[in-house]
């Protein structure tokens, strides 16, 4: 049996690293934004110093609630692996979101095409908001979560949701990428979906470490603390380097977005 099978079988933390992507998909994905090809020009997310202040700027206009009703196993899973990695169960909490994420995908693509730009983190939100009034602020950032993940990597066809190769090359224009590092150009929907997966483990930590909480889940919330800390060492070091498989870290985000989503729960 191939190893792609033998790890489909596994653990999602464990397939999750050794699954790599098939030849059709790399060459989409690790191929750099053409935004000539759609009349654009380049527009950056705000700096890591504002980006929090304008997110829940947002929040409190639209008046969002927050109720705390998310497993951390669940999330664990689906942060470590897309779906079509492993044969595991999907909670239906993240998988009943699925019909929202194409019509949020379109949303966004048209908005960038009327600016001629690039949708920054902060509008992504808005434009959630705006299409999804009825949501709270965790299902708001579970479906961009999904949308953006799936735009940026098309491996979650088991959750539901599946898009064409020009969705995906489009995506690259219309997405805003994080202008922190030398490789900002590289890959801003993998940034943009690592961000908005890191905000929802940074939730589903900090949401089970209110007060009054019970010593299981303060010890748990700790360790996957530590462990969501660590994404980019441990995926540079077992993806990438023991099993070879192309990509790059996106250490700023992931820290970013998790830091953000911790935020959101005060």
């Given at each position: 049996?191939?190893?792609v099978?033998?790890?489909r079988?596994?653990?999602?933390?464990?397939?999750?690293?050794l699954?790599?992507?098939?030849?059709?998909?790399?060459k989409?994905?690790?191929?750099?934004?053409?935004?000539q090809?759609?009349?654009?020009?380049?527009?950056?997310?705000?700096?890591?110093?504002?980006?929090?202040e304008?997110?829940t700027?947002?929040?409190?206009?639209?008046?969002?609630?927050?109720?705390?009703s998310?497993?951390?196993?669940?999330i664990l899973?689906?942060?470590?692996?897309f779906?079509?990695?492993?044969?595991?169960?999907?909670?239906?909490?993240?998988?009943?979101?699925?019909?929202?994420?194409?019509e949020?995908?379109?949303?966004?693509l048209?908005?960038?095409?009327k600016l001629?730009?690039p949708?920054?983190?902060p509008e992504?939100?808005?434009?959630?908001?705006?299409?999804f009034?009825?949501?709270?602020?965790?299902?708001?950032?579970?479906?961009?979560?999904?949308?953006?993940?799936?735009a940026?990597?098309?491996?979650d066809?088991r959750?539901g949701?599946?898009v064409?190769?020009?969705?995906?090359?489009e995506?690259?224009t219309?997405?805003?990428?994080?202008?922190?590092?030398?490789?900002?150009?590289?890959d801003?929907a993998?940034?943009?979906y690592h961000?908005?997966?890191?905000?929802?483990?940074?939730?589903?930590?900090?949401?089970?470490?209110?007060?009054?909480t019970n010593?299981y889940?303060e010890i748990?919330?700790e360790?996957?603390?530590?462990f969501?800390?660590?994404?980019?060492?441990?995926?540079?070091?077992?993806?990438y380097?023991?099993f070879k498989h192309?990509?790059?870290t996106?250490?700023t985000?992931?820290?970013?977005g998790f830091?953000i989503?911790?935020a959101l729960c005060?």
């Amino acid at each position: 049996m191939a190893l792609v099978e033998i790890a489909r079988k596994l653990p999602p933390v464990i397939a999750g690293a050794l699954v790599p992507y098939s030849p059709e998909l790399e060459k989409i994905i690790y191929q750099p934004p053409d935004y000539q090809k759609y009349g654009k020009k380049i527009w950056y997310n705000p700096p890591p110093e504002t980006i929090l202040e304008e997110i829940t700027r947002i929040i409190k206009e639209k008046n969002l609630s927050f109720p705390i009703s998310i497993k951390k196993r669940d999330i664990l899973n689906y942060f470590v692996a897309f779906a079509d990695q492993h044969a595991f169960p999907l909670h239906p909490s993240l998988t009943s979101y699925t019909p929202k994420c194409k019509e949020l995908l379109g949303k966004i693509l048209d908005a960038s095409l009327k600016l001629q730009r690039p949708i920054t983190i902060p509008e992504q939100l808005k434009i959630a908001t705006e299409t999804f009034p009825n949501l709270n602020l965790l299902e708001i950032i579970i479906v961009l979560a999904h949308t953006s993940r799936v735009a940026a990597r098309n491996c979650d066809s088991r959750i539901g949701i599946k898009v064409t190769k020009s969705e995906m090359e489009e995506w690259k224009t219309a997405v805003s990428p994080f202008g922190y590092t030398k490789n900002t150009l590289n890959d801003p929907a993998g940034d943009t979906y690592h961000f908005w997966g890191a905000v929802l483990a940074g939730i589903s930590v900090r949401t089970k470490r209110i007060k009054g909480t019970n010593l299981y889940e303060e010890i748990t919330g700790e360790v996957l603390e530590l462990f969501y800390r660590q994404t980019a060492p441990l995926t540079n070091l077992i993806r990438y380097k023991i099993f070879k498989h192309a990509g790059l870290t996106h250490d700023t985000i992931d820290i970013l977005g998790f830091e953000i989503g911790q935020a959101l729960c005060f």
